[in-house]
């Protein structure tokens, strides 16, 4: 005579709280918070300036999370899709395109070149804007996790930035908020978020994978090429104790370029 539990589909309670905790996660650790809390860490330790921090954030906002949310809305209208989470990988890659375009509208509505820290404000979006280009050709092999790709990226800003804080040449007049520990917390929260996606069956753990290399790689190359190229990416802020190299956080060359072409 069968016992209780060993009745087809019945689930143990492990099992029950294994699909919560990773419906849990899954929710509250969104690739689409992700970009305004980065953006809004970085600019608050580059820029002494909290109106211009809090309109980069709310510009943010819309980027990262109302227009996908709009797009995804618009996916479940034309019944391409049954939920935000657009588990189908063609889905997802035609909405690729639209996602880029609106960051990019974004970096310039953001006006990166006339605040304070825009050298990061623009490096960040540069950043979103090429990964969700690279995904377009890469989804048509693999449903590549965004979830790993935002928090690789996540991590890799805030670990980069820590680098820059401790090797600025100018004294930041606000405390640096990115450091080391920060970053590591946040490349820890990978693996756990992988965990979840590949519980929910969203994802294997290659995609994960796949995404956090993504994730990592785009913020950090661009941040060589940024480099070898004098862009400056500084935390630096007006009153700062300046060394005559410090670009205060401002991309001053290219605001005399600007004023000429307009």
């Not at 005579?1 to 709280?17: C, H, I, K, N, Q």
Request: glycine share 8%; with cysteine; proline share 8%.
């Amino acid at each position: 005579m069968p016992v209780l539990t060993d009745l087809p589909g019945r689930r143990s309670a492990g099992e029950t709280v294994q699909d919560a905790l990773s419906g849990v996660l899954t929710y509250v650790v969104n690739p689409l918070v992700l970009p305004p809390i980065v953006i809004g860490l970085l600019l608050r330790s580059a820029s002494t300036n909290t109106r211009e921090v809090g309109g980069a954030v709310a510009i943010s906002v819309a980027v990262f999370v109302i227009g996908p949310l709009v797009l995804a809305s618009r996916a479940i209208r034309r019944g391409a899709s049954e939920s935000l989470e657009l588990p189908d990988r063609e889905t997802r890659r035609k909405m690729l395109p639209s996602a880029a375009i609106i960051v990019i509208v974004g970096a310039v509505a953001s006006r990166p070149w006339s605040i304070e820290g825009g050298g990061i404000l623009a490096w960040v979006y540069a950043a979103y804007a090429v990964g969700a280009i690279s995904l377009i050709p890469l989804y048509r092999r693999s449903k590549i996790s965004i979830h790993a790709a935002g928090l690789g990226s996540a991590a890799s800003m805030l670990a980069l930035a820590s680098v820059m804080v401790s090797t600025s040449p100018c004294v930041p007049v606000v405390a640096p908020i990115p450091s080391p520990v920060l970053a590591a917390g946040v490349f820890l929260a990978i693996p756990i978020v992988g965990w979840a996606r590949v519980r929910r069956r969203a994802h294997s753990w290659s995609e994960i994978a796949a995404g956090f290399l993504l994730g990592v790689s785009v913020p950090t190359l661009i941040w060589i090429v940024w480099s070898q190229m004098g862009v400056p990416v500084a935390f630096c802020a007006p009153g700062s104790s300046e060394r005559p190299s410090c670009m205060a956080g401002r991309m001053e060359n290219y605001q005399g370029e600007f004023r000429k072409i307009s």
